[in-house]
């Protein structure tokens, strides 16, 4: 299984554009910060139930944080 | 099982998958991130609840193994939504390399389906080493698939030598036409 994992990780690294030490070692906003910069993409989250989870996770939808802010600038008008 | 093998199973593997997940579409689900919320979750009850690390990691290791299938799950819905946009475009995918390409491209999808069933089935019966070596399988071989025919060379040929057949058998067919009206007129004026 680590030969198989070893070709995952080059994979990886191609589809990263870093090498797999750096994805080890980045944290969560570095990463981020590295994509986004590669891809001048925004980074967005989704939900792709019912193809993963077990519909215990927001099911419906997420709330962005536009909406987020627009309901605290409605409680504090 | 202790709670420093799950982070090093977190480095080791977790976040590299979840890493390839987040680059393809600069996207992360939800989902993923409640196993991780999960797993932390069990780990805090060792050291604030007292509860026994053995069962507090084996609890979070299972969250973690579950993100990992999920996330195979998904390269797998990612990997099934641009083939079918590539075998649904009008592109004549038997023009390329003199006609092997495209049963090449169905035997290795094919091959793509059996692994991931396979995987289902050994998941289904609780074989969970053997579910895992066949995502891992199925994720080489979605790899190589990418590699070997998402070549957007040799669509955007295909395209071009698509385009050019249909223009060269519209202008014979239309040739064909006149040239058939013009004798036909001619017999007819002949015979009259």
Not at chain 1, 43 to 71: H, K, W, Y
Not at chain 2, 76 to 96: G, M, P
Not at chain 2, 115 to 124: L, Q
Request: aromatic letters at 10%; glycine letters at 4%.
């Amino acid at each position: 299984m680590a030969t198989l994992f070893s070709k995952i990780e080059k994979n990886v690294e191609i589809h990263t554009g870093l090498p797999i030490d750096k994805v080890r070692w980045y944290s969560p906003s570095e990463l981020r910060y590295h994509l986004e910069n590669k891809t001048h993409r925004k980074m967005t989250f989704s939900i792709e139930f019912p193809a993963i989870g077990r519909g215990n996770v927001l099911r419906n939808r997420i709330v962005s944080s536009e909406e987020i802010n627009r309901d605290v600038d409605k409680i504090l008008a | 099982m202790t709670e420093k093998d799950i982070y090093l199973f977190y480095s080791e593997r977790v976040k590299v998958l979840y890493s390839e997940i987040e680059a393809r579409n600069n996207t992360l689900p939800i989902e993923l991130l409640f196993e991780i919320h999960s797993a932390f979750d069990h780990l805090k009850r060792f050291h604030v609840d007292g509860e026994p690390e053995e069962k507090c990691a084996d609890k979070a290791f299972s969250h973690l193994k579950r993100g990992m299938l999920d996330a195979f799950k998904l390269k797998l819905k990612y990997h099934n939504a641009d083939y079918e946009k590539l075998i649904k475009q009008k592109t004549d995918l038997r023009l390329i390399d003199s006609g092997k390409f495209l049963p090449q491209l169905l035997e290795a999808r094919k091959n793509i389906i059996q692994t991931a069933r396979t995987a289902r089935i050994a998941e289904g019966q609780d074989k969970i080493d053997t579910a895992f070596e066949k995502w891992y399988e199925l994720s080489m071989l979605i790899d190589e698939f990418e590699t070997c025919y998402f070549d957007p060379r040799k669509i955007q040929w295909a395209r071009r030598q698509g385009v050019f057949h249909f223009s060269t058998n519209f202008i014979i067919g239309l040739i064909t036409g006149v040239l058939a009206s013009i004798l036909a007129s001619i017999v007819i004026s002949k015979f009259l």
